[in-house]
């Protein structure tokens, strides 16, 4: 039976908990807990809308990427497990060709995350293997839970990550632990993950959330517009030489000194006052 096809994507819009601060995080849970929430077409199509609606919801601050939760046991099955995302999802290999995967891996969701301007966390309990492992790798920091395994098991199949690992997993954790990981296939846990910089924070999947949303509401009571100031500057290093990547930031630096948000920091500081940032 087809999985009913508006629910792939949860998105939730949840009020920053700083009351002074107007506006939103957004919790967006892929939900195909049945399949280990893997990314068919659907899930990718609504990832990309999400994308589109962060950008021109100017309430978001801070965006949330997660898996949903496996369902309860149906009788005498066993309990699905934890995932955060277990990958493409390889039924739609079966048939495709050269030109079907060009066109469904060109301009894809995974693109859609990584070039959105405001923050982003992927929050991931459990698998986060091949597309999983690119989704989380697209976003700003990642947190996982002691039981998460992450994975690009690609070699498997034949085939080489194409969401991205071959290229961003190569700038977290350098070019050795990559081909090690794309080479070999195996997953990793995650205390080896934080051990080779490929998540940010390992804690109890009892706290994960918690401790995600925490996270998210200390970045999204910053301005948003200097946030996405630091995120393209930060960014800016992957495609630079170092002194062009210095340069990048004298410009942008000094270009804050013109924003609202700089003169509306500096004084809440000299004043020792609370900062009411106006996002420009
Ligand atoms: N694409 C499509 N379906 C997937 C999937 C994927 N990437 N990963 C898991 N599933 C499905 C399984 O087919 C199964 O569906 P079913 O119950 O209808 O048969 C369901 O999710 C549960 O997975 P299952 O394999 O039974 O769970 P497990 O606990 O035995 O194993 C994994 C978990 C993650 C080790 C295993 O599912 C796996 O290896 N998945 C593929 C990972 C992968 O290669 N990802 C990269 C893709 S490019």
């Known amino acids: 039976m087809n999985e009913p096809k508006l ?62 939760k496996p369902l309860p046991a149906e009788e005498g099955k066993r309990q699905k497990p934890n995932a955060f995302v277990a990958g493409a999802d390889i039924s739609e290999f079966v048939d495709m060709d050269s030109s079907a995967a060009k066109i469904k891996f060109t301009d894809n969701a995974v693109e859609a995350i990584w070039s959105l301007s405001k ?76 051990r080779i910089g490929l998540v940010n924070h390992v804690c109890n999947h009892q706290e994960l959330e918690e401790f995600t949303m925490s996270m998210a509401n200390k970045i999204a009571s910053k301005s948003v517009y200097t946030l996405t100031v630091a995120k393209r500057t930060i960014k800016a290093a992957l495609n630079s030489t170092l002194n062009e990547g210095i340069a990048i930031e004298a410009r942008e630096f000094a270009a804050l000194f013109d924003s609202q948000d700089k003169q509306i920091g500096v004084d809440a500081f000299m004043q020792r006052k609370t900062a009411e940032w106006q996002d420009k």
């Open 7 to 68: 629910d792939v994507l949860t998105v939730e819009k949840i009020p920053v908990t700083d009351e002074s601060i107007k506006g939103y995080i957004a919790l967006a849970t892929i939900n195909r807990p049945n399949k280990l929430n893997a990314l068919n077409k659907e899930v990718m199509d609504c990832l990309k809308e999400f994308c589109a609606l962060v950008e021109s919801d100017d309430e978001i601050r801070c965006v949330v990427i997660t898996g949903a």
């Open 119 to 194: 923050p982003t966390i992927a929050m991931i309990d459990g698998f986060a293997l091949g597309g999983g492992c690119e989704v989380a790798c697209s976003c700003d920091i990642r947190i996982a839970s002691e039981r998460t395994k992450f994975g690009t098991p690609e070699i498997n199949l034949g085939l080489i990550p194409g969401y991205g690992a071959t290229q961003r997993l190569a700038k977290l954790l350098g070019y050795g632990k990559t081909l090690e990981m794309i080479m070999t296939g195996e997953m990793i846990d995650s205390a080896e993950a934080h």
